[in-house]
């Protein structure tokens, strides 16, 4: 019976003593069995703890030297073995949960003098490097020479650093680490992502700073990325246009766009209502959209872009007199959230229900019933602001209105604009 896990060797007689040793846990390598000089069938059984530094190994006899077996969070990895001679504790943590507990049970069997069946013993021999050698969690490659073509890449990894390395694709190799956490693919030669990228379940932090990237496909964002994803840095790349997608990333806290050349943000870009950092210096930004309104940052930079000078001004839509069909159903599918494809509805309803506007009262509207370009306080939405000289304190809005009585309410108060919701 083998085990590998986290553990820590904890002198009782010194914490008694008020002489506690601060210990960390290492990587070891636990087995069960019986001496090699002995008889395989009727010698002692020995629990042999093996680590780096002493791969030959420490045997303690279960029935002669382990006192108890505290198995209280055996389903977190975690269990302590205590020794009466000597007085020690043997802390397991990051252990499989089912092999844990199926080595406990033979270390209870052992202590308790039971038989033991020879399948469950183990050849007691000194501990390989691969056993004992700490699990990989960090990984850093800045050149295409140090890249692992052959060998893979670890399968425990939780931060990956891949610059520098001239990819022109993601390796599929990256994609299937479960485990991944923060992932930095910068300055590389992407001109796309993967769809498969938005599966990774655990990933916090993505980093695709200086690339060739035009767009990110609508799947990375409709993945699993939406309820992980706290960071994420896109500049220095082609982008010419953000998703309406990527404001389903409720998760999402900070958020880097500088250095790229797009126009517009989304209509619904206030729904990352989880959003605290936004960068989009260095862009091509005319105006913003009304739902940006919503927003409630610390910190916020929109400098080095071409916002349309600010001039009040609200435009009646002409063609309004008489609601479409199509737009009425189109707002009524909109309105509950009705699932909506092709094999559903009609093809031109599904493409008309792409081109959602989001109102100043928060609903969708197709074609709005008016148009205004207002003035945004930027302090009203972040505490700090990035700015260059006296500019970028303020910023021209886009809104759209869905009726006449959101004109109205406009009309009576324009500076309530994020307050309006309904």
Not at 35 to 61: E, N, P, Q
Not at 85 to 114: C, E, M, R, W, Y
Not at 311 to 328: I, R
Request: glycine letters at 4%; charged letters at 25%; hydrophobic letters at 40%.
């Amino acid at each position: 019976m083998r085990l590998t896990c986290n553990a820590e060797v904890v002198n009782r007689q010194l914490s008694s003593q008020g002489m506690s040793k601060k210990v960390r846990p290492v990587r070891s390598f636990l087995s069960i069995g019986r001496s090699k000089s002995t008889d395989s069938k009727t010698g002692a059984v020995f629990l042999l703890l093996c680590t780096a530094k002493d791969r030959v190994g420490t045997k303690y006899k279960l029935r002669e030297n382990v006192q108890n077996v505290f198995t209280k969070f055996v389903q977190e990895g975690k269990a302590t073995i205590r020794l009466n001679t000597p007085a020690f504790d043997i802390h397991l943590q990051k252990a499989d949960p089912t092999a844990l507990k199926n080595f406990l049970s033979v270390v209870k069997l052992g202590h308790q003098n039971k038989e033991l069946d020879k399948s469950n013993l183990s050849t007691l021999a000194p501990a390989t490097i691969s056993q004992v050698e700490p699990l990989k969690v960090r990984l850093n490659i800045t050149n295409r020479q140090n890249y692992p073509l052959a060998a893979g890449f670890p399968k425990t990894l939780e931060t990956l650093r891949v610059c520098n390395c001239m990819l022109k694709k993601v390796d599929p190799r990256i994609l299937s680490l479960k485990k991944l956490r923060s992932l930095d693919l910068s300055d590389n030669r992407f001109q796309t992502l993967p769809p498969e990228l938005g599966e990774i379940l655990t990933l916090a932090e993505l980093k695709v700073t200086g690339n060739y990237l035009k767009e990110v496909p609508k799947c990375v964002w409709t993945g699993n990325l939406r309820c992980s994803l706290r960071m994420l840095d896109i500049s220095n790349n082609e982008l010419q246009y953000i998703s309406p997608d990527l404001a389903r990333v409720s998760s999402l806290v900070r958020l880097n766009i500088d250095s790229n050349q797009v126009e517009r943000l989304p209509t619904n870009f206030g729904e990352l209502t989880s959003l605290k950092f936004f960068s989009a210096a260095k862009n091509k930004l005319k105006k913003l959209p009304a739902t940006f309104g919503y927003l409630n940052m610390e910190q916020l930079d929109l400098s080095a872009n071409e916002f349309e000078k600010i001039a009040d001004d609200t435009k009646l839509n002409q063609d309004y007199a008489v609601m479409p069909l199509v737009e009425l159903a189109a707002r009524i599918v909109a309105k509950f959230r009705l699932p909506h494809d092709p094999s559903t509805l009609p093809a031109y309803l599904c493409d008309y229900l792409t081109r959602a506007k989001v109102c100043v009262c928060s609903r969708v509207c197709f074609i709005p019933y008016a148009t205004a370009l207002l003035t945004l306080d930027l302090r009203r939405t972040a505490h700090t602001i990035v700015r260059t000289g006296n500019a970028g304190i303020t910023a021209p809005l886009e809104t759209f209105l869905c009726s006449t009585l959101c004109y109205r309410n406009l009309q009576k108060n324009a500076k309530a604009l994020w307050k309006c919701k309904r």
